[in-house]
T-cell receptor
Framework: AQSVTQLGSHVSVSEGALVLLRCNYS??????LFWYVQYPNQGLQLLLK??????LVKGINGFEAEFKKSETSFHLTKPSAHMSDAAEYFC???????????FGKGTRLSVIA | KAGVTQTPRYLIKTRGQQVTLSCSPI?????VSWYQQTPGQGLQFLFE???????NKGNFPGRFSGRQFSNSRSEMNVSTLELGDSALYLC??????????????FGPGTRLTVL
C-alpha cells in the first residue's frame, strides 16, 4: 500500500525566507508524486508533479521539488516566501496501476511579514 | 477550457436526511474521484468512477454511494446523514486513472453542514 507522510502540520516562515515543506512517501512500485495547494474555501490546485522524467521538478509560483529515491522524499521548496503563499499544501502519491491518489495530511504554511 | 464544477457549493441538512452532490468534470476527462475533507482526518478518498464504472472505493460506510453518467458527470449520495458527515466534499477529474494520467483537477467543493 502507498502512503505519504508530511512532517509538520504547520510551518511558519518570514516573508522572503526559504520555504521547505517535507514529504516522504512509501511505495512498492515506482511512484508518481504531486504537490497541491489549497487556499481558504477553495479546491486543490496542482503545483507540480514528478513522473519519472527529471528528478528536479519546477512548478508554478516559483515552487520546485526534488525526487530523492534513496530517501523516499519529495520535499517542496521555494527560495523566497511571499505573503500570497500562505495556504495549505498537500503531497500525494499514486502508481502507474489502477490506484487512487493517496494524500498526506497537509501542511499549513503561514508567512509572517 | 472550463474547470471542474460542483453544485451546490453550500448545503445545510439535518440528521437523518439524505443529500445528493453533483460534479461536472473537465471536458474530455473520463475519471471522477470524490474526497471528503475534514480538519481531523484530512483528505479521505471516497470513490472513483471511470466510464460509468466504479474502479475504486475508500473505507466509507454504505451510506455513501455514487454514480457516473455517460457524459462523465458524477453524483454522490449520502443517506441517513450524521453529524460527522459535515465536511467539504471535493470532486476531481482526470483524463484516466493511474500514473501520470492521474493528475487530478479539483473543483471548489461542496460544503455540507449537518445539524
Amino acid at each position: 500500500a502507498q502512503s505519504v507522510t508530511q512532517l509538520g502540520s504547520h510551518v511558519s516562515v518570514s516573508e522572503g525566507a526559504l520555504v521547505l515543506l517535507r514529504c516522504n512517501y512509501s511505495s512498492s512500485v515506482p511512484p508518481y508524486l504531486f504537490w497541491y495547494v489549497q487556499y481558504p474555501n477553495q479546491g486543490l490546485q496542482l503545483l507540480l508533479k514528478y513522473t519519472s522524467a527529471a528528478t528536479l521538478v519546477k512548478g508554478i509560483n516559483g515552487f520546485e521539488a526534488e525526487f530523492k529515491k534513496s530517501e523516499t522524499s519529495f520535499h517542496l521548496t521555494k527560495p523566497s516566501a511571499h505573503m500570497s503563499d500562505a495556504a495549505e499544501y498537500f503531497c500525494a502519491v499514486t502508481s502507474s496501476g489502477n490506484t487512487p491518489l493517496v494524500f498526506g495530511k497537509g501542511t499549513r504554511l503561514s508567512v509572517i511579514a | 477550457k472550463a474547470g471542474v464544477t460542483q453544485t451546490p457549493r453550500y448545503l445545510i441538512k439535518t440528521r437523518g436526511q439524505q443529500v445528493t452532490l453533483s460534479c461536472s468534470p473537465i471536458s474530455g476527462h473520463r475519471s471522477v474521484s470524490w474526497y471528503q475533507q475534514t480538519p481531523g482526518q484530512g483528505l479521505q478518498f471516497l470513490f472513483e468512477y471511470f466510464s460509468e464504472t466504479q474502479r475504486n472505493k475508500g473505507n466509507f460506510p454504505g451510506r455513501f454511494s455514487g454514480r457516473q453518467f455517460s457524459n462523465s458527470r458524477s453524483e454522490m449520495n449520502v443517506s441517513t446523514l450524521e453529524l460527522g458527515d459535515s465536511a467539504l466534499y471535493l470532486c476531481a477529474s482526470s483524463l484516466a486513472a493511474g500514473g501520470s494520467y492521474n493528475e487530478q483537477f479539483f473543483g471548489p467543493g461542496t460544503r455540507l453542514t449537518v445539524l
